[in-house]
């Protein structure tokens, strides 16, 4: 069962509509594009079409174009022709930005499964294939947060069809719809939702082992709460700390509207405080 | 059965991104693969498995996991390391194997995880392509190449590999230790947390479409007014991210070390205009 669900990650494509494709010459320079890899490792990143989004595409060299749901296609009002989708424009985050691009829009089985499942930690809307990928020479390391993109001069032939006799995926569709009836069955959805963390305002410094308040922001959830200038942050929610990073981390899933609890020591007093987290950041 | 479904279905949730700074001590240097596009738009490379091979393996980005056909598994005597076969061995999926060493051209990659199957798909590639390059016998994934500082240049036809020390975890494991722990529980939201103290407020309201967010107050004194930031600016990117929504921008923000300066561009008066701010440590 699980390879089944596993099987429905791999995004390998076989083969778009058919038609020729016409570019413009490529400019020489390197563009940062940030990604994430997902919870189902995909180099995930986002990308505007005609303007609207963002959407949330995956790298796939195993894919021979580029590819969005059916209905993504609509709502950007591509124009559908020979199997093809013509957009106006591209915009993919870091600045790059392609003119005219073709895609195909259909509803990928695996994107289809993963989302009924919120697999991937985030809804996917298409992928990035070959007639995108092929304009450009990209540098992929897992310790950056950006990927390098640079426009190469490559006249990328039109991806061939692949005749594949049973049609479709060989029986690989069924896991997208396998995924989603179970999905329904459970009566869970997934949930996409991002939050804002929760604002404390106070500024603080790491001086040899100790958490020290530099600045607390007037009228702030640390000011309310009753915290000062100089004080030592001994633990939060109960955990000691023994850097600034351990705070944030203790800190990191905490949304607006919640609250922290703080263990202070200021001059020889111990105190202990509640936070109540605020807006801003 | 119906236990099953239920734990698959609690399958959404969590952050499993692993990241290891570790670096090997040997210097690392950089491998040069040439590859095989073929007329689908797809690339194909030459594979080798504890030394033998080679097999023709397609290259894919988009797969998290790597596969090879029962054929190569039995070929290069894999099959019978074969762990956690599958009850109903659907798409003649054998299990999963730990290729001790994984060779894309002169590429080494030690303890590959893969999985042994028949897919459909390259079965179909295999076929459309036998003829003129041989066998197509699977998949190179995530496993492999996320241990590399990687370039793809389909102009050259060439890719690049500069072993990184990034400890790639596997899928697998991933999914189902999220699933297990979090039996039980809804799907929680994310939590988007800046890396930084940026003393400023957002603000987006439901119905506003239009690119960027407001700033609705910016604190004196802190990092974002010494940067120039004023009330009244619409923030459109924060270090090349896009921010369309208040989550989008913090989202941005959790990338921005304390201490660092980074761009921000702003709408200001209609006009573009690029600041630079440093967040501060603090939240």
Known sequence: ?281 | MKKLLATLLLLPLGVCFVRADEKSLEKPKTQTVKFELVPSGHFIVSVKLNGNGPYNLIFDTGAPTTLITPRIAKDAKLAGDAKDKPLIPLFGMMGQVKVKEFSVGDVLAKDVGAMIMEHPTVKAFSQEYEKKYGSIDGIVGFPFFAQFKMTVDYSTKEMTFTPNGYKASDVMQDLMQTMMSSMGSKPQPRVAAPAGLWGMELAKSKDDEADGVDVKAVIAGMSSDAGGLKTGDRILTIDGRWTDSIADAYTATSYAKPGKPVAVVVKRDGKEVKLTITPKLGL
Request: proline share 5%; no cysteine.
């Open chain 1, 1 to 281: 069962m699980k390879y089944l669900l596993l099987l429905g990650l791999i995004g390998l494509v076989l083969s778009p509509a058919k038609a020729e494709e016409k570019k413009d010459p490529p400019k020489a320079t390197t563009y940062d594009v940030p990604y994430r890899l997902t919870d189902t490792k995909h180099i995930h990143v986002r990308v505007k079409i005609n303007g609207k989004g963002p959407f949330n595409f995956i790298i796939d060299t195993g894919a021979p174009a580029l590819i969005m749901t059916e209905a993504i296609a609509k709502k950007v009002g591509g124009k559908t022709e020979d199997g093809w989708t013509t957009f106006d424009k591209l915009d993919i985050e870091g600045g790059l930005s392609i003119d005219k691009p073709r895609g195909v829009a259909v509803d990928m089985f695996q994107l289809k499964g993963m989302n009924s499942m919120g697999l991937a930690g985030v809804e996917l809307h298409g992928v990035l294939g070959y007639n995108v990928l092929a304009r450009f020479k990209i540098e992929y390391d897992f310790n950056e947060t950006k990927l390098k993109w640079t426009p190469v001069d490559f006249k990328a032939p039109d991806p061939m069809r692949i005749k594949d006799k049973n049609g479709g995926q060989g029986g690989l569709e069924m896991i997208g719809t396998l995924t989603q009836v179970m999905s329904m069955l459970g009566g869970l959805k997934p949930n996409f939702t991002v939050h804002p963390r929760g604002f404390i305002g106070a500024e603080l410094e790491s001086k040899s082992n100790e958490l020290i308040v530099k600045t607390v922001l007037a009228g702030s959830p640390a000011d309310k709460a009753g915290l000062k200038v100089g004080d030592r942050i001994e633990s939060a929610k109960g955990k000691s700390l023994s850097s600034s990073q351990d705070l944030l981390e203790a800190v990191k899933k905490l949304p607006e509207g919640t609250s922290l609890k703080l263990s202070i020591k200021r001059g020889e007093d111990t105190k202990d405080m509640t936070v109540e987290l605020g807006k801003g950041l």
